[in-house]
Each structure stands twice: as structure tokens, then as C-alpha cells.
């Protein structure tokens, strides 16, 4: 090659190469979707346990099981339990794909640690730990101290603390403001040395701090957050029926005869995080005999109810948590009418799906949110493959929630490959651009090994 044929053939692929990063440049990350609106949460109960295989749940009792066998879970198999690692996977998928960010798992302790290692009742938090797929959600931990499972010494809430330690340096244990959160139903119990001890031994296992959420109300001293498990009018009164919306007004507030616990309850230094109640009608428990709301409960209704919480956050931003947080009660109180787990009574899921269209939460595989899993979904997934990142984030190609854009997360695309609806129904898909630009590349490539070839 002379010097003349040389210096053209560099010119021309010193312009391919201009024009392949032209068409690189071109190219945008995929439309970013909206956000979700609020980071939501449900308390999570597990009565639905037994020591022995086989034996009906143990809190199914029979008035539950014959005057309520619609609120049987999916799971139930006629006995009502749920206490596997198996069904708990399915209720972390179910609960990750319709938007429920973490479940709060109501935790009771049982006079020791052996005692309340080994109790079914504390089965969730041990099944979750062992799910293969618990990167899709957070959890955090509700602590009952309340009769007949209460906290009765320092020594005791020593015990507990060490016993939560582990749980609280976990990866996907709820945060806020970068330290764990731990819910205490019933508040009053801690003392300043206990929290002190949880301060200390955290700072010993790497953390900043922990922080707490008082059920109702607590000492600003010991609690930086303020919730509910929840709200119940006419406790004790008899069992009466009310509609649906009173109890929706009671935490809302309206204009006549409730201001609304939301609004009651916040303005405190504290942060507040407000309750949805899915429902409530305990009379398979019957303790005591109160009012009840559950029956006349639709999902549109628990939907409109979610909506309202996120709008009381927007309204009150500085009376909220920075991270939007809200909590459902419940996932799962079955005997107690309130829960939005799939049963018996609602196969399909309609209060989850309520749920879902509140968040905006895309379908499975639809990582920018245009409701349709196709070309940009998988662009996505390209252009993060093999990248460290937050773990359950779409935009950045990690719809499997394990943290790396990867084979798991580009089976999920082509496993709902074409589902939903194009954005236009009338469009014609059109050639993906960053899988243009990487032919176009691979080709400059070619093309200059070509070039060097020749020129010896």
C-alpha cells in the first residue's frame, strides 16, 4: 500500500468511525417512567402455622374456618397455613409485582431467645430470610410487646436486641435516613436504657444509629418516627356494622364528623407514616365484640384509600418520612378482616391489583413503563448488562431484584416478551438503536483489523 492509498483508507474509517459515534450519540437511554408515588408497606402476621405437619393453622379456628372460608389464603390447602419457604417465594413475587415494597413482620417475644427462635408464630421472618427471591423486597421488624407476649426486664430487651442485631445489618432491611427502622406496637415499653443498648450494639456492628416508630405515640426521646398497626373505632362497643368509608373517614378525616387520625396524629417533630386499613371485621375472634367495616370493602375502594395516603403526603410533605413510607395493614390478618393477600374469596387478586394501578407499577418485564415489554425493555437490559446495581431497579435493568443487570433479568423480558400494549397500536416497531450502534461497531471493527492487515 503506498502512502497516497494509505492516507485515504484512514480518512474513510476515521469517517465510519465519526459516523458510528454519531448514531451512538443519537441514541438516548430508553423513556424513563414515572416513579413510584409512595414506598408501601403491609404488616405481615403469621398466625398460619403449626408445629405439626399436617395440623390445621393455628389461628384458623373454627368459627374462621366455617362462617369466613373466603378469606382462606390461595396457599391454604384446606388447612389455612403458610408457614413454608416455598410459599413464602410465592407471596414475595405476589407482593413485589404489585408494588408492596417490604413487609413488616410482626415479631413476639417468647421469655427467651431459644423459645422465641423455635415459636411458629415468629415462622415469616425465618421463611423470608431463607427465600430465594427475598432481594425483591425490604422488610423491617414489629415488635409486639404487648400481653401475653411482653418485654419484662433490661435483660429481657438486651436479649431481643441481640437477638434483632443480625436482622438489622442485613441489605434489605428497611431504612430510613440510612438507619433500620423498628416498629414497637406498643411503645410505652421501652425504657431509655433499652434504646441506649440498641444505640450501643449498633454502633458496635457498623451502624449509625437505629430508629424507631411508635405505634400511635411515643417519647420524641426514644421514637423519631409515628404510625399505627392500626385504627379501629368503636373497640369493645358490640358488633355493629358499619360501612367501609366511616372507617376510611376515621383515619381520612372528612368534613363533618371525623378530622381524620392522619391529621390528628402528625405534626410533631416526629416523621409520620400513615396507615391504610384494608378492612377490618375480627368477629371470627370476637375479642372483644367492636364495630365492624369489612364486608361492605372493594378493591376500589382500598385503592382509593391508598391514593388518598399519597395524596396526604404530597399535602404534607414536611409532616411525612423523606422516603414517602406508608403502611397497610395488613398482608395477612386474616382472622381480623384486614389483609390484600389473594384468597379463596379473591383468587385473581383484585385489592392487589387495586394496589398496583395506584403505584403505577409496571407488568413484569416492562422495565421503562410503557405498558409493553418489547424492544426498549430489552435495550435496558443491554445497556446495564453485567452492572452492580440497586437491587429491584428497572431503569437500570434488574427486574429479578438480586442487585446485577443479568441472564436472570433478560429471561424475564423474553419470558413476557410482546405482552401488554404498544404505546401506539398503529406503529411499526422500529430497529433498536443501541443494537444498531453495536453492529455498526462491530463492522469498524472488522474494517480496521482490515486495514492494519493490509498495510504490512
Not at 356494622?241 to 391529621?263: C, F, H, K, M, R
Not at 394501578?357 to 430489552?378: C, K, M, R, S, W
Request: aromatic content about 12%; proline content about 7%.
Amino acid at each position: 500500500m503506498n502512502r497516497h492509498t494509505k492516507v485515504v483508507s484512514d480518512l474513510k474509517l476515521h469517517r465510519l468511525t465519526m459516523w458510528g459515534l454519531a448514531v451512538l450519540a443519537l441514541w438516548s437511554p430508553p423513556p424513563i417512567a414515572a416513579t413510584q408515588t409512595a414506598k408501601v408497606g403491609a404488616y405481615y402476621f403469621e398466625g398460619w402455622y403449626h408445629d405439626t405437619p399436617g395440623a390445621i393453622a393455628a389461628f384458623a379456628n373454627e368459627e374462621l374456618r366455617n362462617d369466613f372460608p373466603e378469606r382462606e389464603p390461595i396457599w391454604g390447602g384446606g388447612l389455612w397455613r403458610g408457614d413454608t419457604v416455598e410459599i413464602m417465594e410465592q407471596q414475595i413475587d405476589l407482593a413485589a409485582d404489585h408494588g408492596v415494597a417490604f413487609f413488616s413482620f410482626d415479631w413476639y417475644w417468647k421469655g427467651s431467645p431459644a423459645a422465641t427462635a423455635n415459636d411458629g408464630i415468629n415462622s415469616g421472618l425465618k421463611n423470608f430470610m431463607l427465600a430465594s427471591n427475598r432481594d425483591r423486597m425490604e422488610f423491617n421488624i414489629n415488635i409486639v410487646d404487648a400481653a401475653p407476649t411482653t418485654i419484662d426486664s433490661d435483660a429481657e430487651w438486651e436479649q431481643v436486641a441481640d437477638m434483632l442485631m443480625p436482622y438489622l445489618t442485613d441489605s434489605r432491611y428497611l431504612r430510613v435516613g440510612g438507619n433500620p427502622l423498628i416498629t414497637n406496637f406498643a411503645s410505652a415499653g421501652m425504657t431509655q436504657t433499652n434504646y441506649d443498648y440498641f444505640q450501643q450494639i449498633a454502633t458496635a456492628a457498623g451502624l449509625d444509629g437505629v430508629e424507631f416508630a411508635a405505634n400511635v405515640e411515643g417519647p420524641t426521646s426514644l421514637y423519631s418516627h409515628v404510625t399505627r398497626y392500626n385504627a379501629v373505632p368503636g373497640w369493645g362497643a358490640g358488633e355493629v356494622e358499619y360501612p367501609y368509608q366511616s372507617l376510611t373517614d376515621y383515619v381520612e378525616g372528612n368534613d363533618t364528623w371525623a378530622e381524620g387520625i392522619w391529621n390528628t396524629e402528625s405534626g410533631g417533630p416526629q416523621s409520620y407514616i400513615p396507615v391504610v386499613m384494608a378492612g377490618w371485621d375480627a368477629r371470627p375472634w370476637n375479642t372483644p365484640p367492636t364495630w365492624y367495616f369489612n364486608p361492605s370493602r372493594t378493591p376500589e375502594a382500598v385503592g382509593a384509600h391508598l391514593q388518598k395516603a399519597i395524596d396526604w403526603i404530597d399535602n404534607n410533605p414536611a409532616l411525612a418520612t423523606p422516603e414517602r413510607l406508608v403502611m397497610i395493614y395488613a398482608w395477612n390478618e386474616f382472622g381480623e378482616g384486614g389483609y390484600i393477600a389473594p384468597t379463596v374469596g379473591d383468587p385473581e387478586g383484585a385489592y392487589l391489583q387495586s394496589i398496583r394501578n395506584v403505584l403505577n407499577v409496571p407488568e413484569a418485564g416492562d422495565l421503562n413503563g410503557d405498558g409493553f415489554v418489547g424492544g426498549a425493555d430489552l435495550d435496558i437490559v443491554r445497556s446495564f448488562w453485567g452492572q452492580t446495581v440497586a437491587p429491584g431497579d428497572l431503569l437500570h435493568g434488574d427486574p429479578s431484584g438480586n442487585g446485577v443487570c443479568s441472564g436472570q433479568d433478560l429471561d424475564i423480558v423474553r419470558a413476557h416478551w410482546g405482552e401488554g400494549t404498544l404505546p401506539n397500536a398503529n406503529a411499526v416497531p422500529e430497529p433498536s438503536l443501541p443494537l444498531m450502534a453495536a453492529q455498526l461497531c462491530a463492522l469498524l471493527a472488522t474494517l480496521a483489523t482490515r486495514c492494519r492487515s493490509r498495510r504490512r
